[in-house]
């Protein structure tokens, strides 16, 4: 067997040269993609805290009575859990 230039082994090598290469660009990609998911999440994150703690400022009644409900009924569902 020849592995001189032009021998089937450097057509493997150039092969595997490239699907090294294009396997490094589709991780980039794939990296650069969830980096700009999690930041958008993020955003909808905060976005999603600020509507709540407004709301909460503004109905601070009506967000005690939904805590207060919340606690009863996980206390409830404790308690039962414990009896069983």
Same mark, same amino acid.
């Given at each position: 067997m020849q592995y001189g230039p032009g021998s089937p082994y450097d057509d493997v090598k150039r092969d595997a040269q490239q699907l090294r290469e294009d396997l490094s660009a589709a991780v980039s990609a794939a990296r650069t993609?969830?980096? *700009? *998911?999690a930041q958008e999440a993020a955003r909808a994150a905060q976005g999603a805290g600020k509507q709540v703690d407004e709301y909460a400022r503004e109905h601070a009644w009506t967000a005690v009575a939904i805590a207060a409900a919340v606690? *009863?009924?996980m206390g409830v569902l404790f308690s039962r859990g414990r009896r069983q």
């Open positions: 993609d969830v980096k *700009a *998911a606690g *009863a009924i």
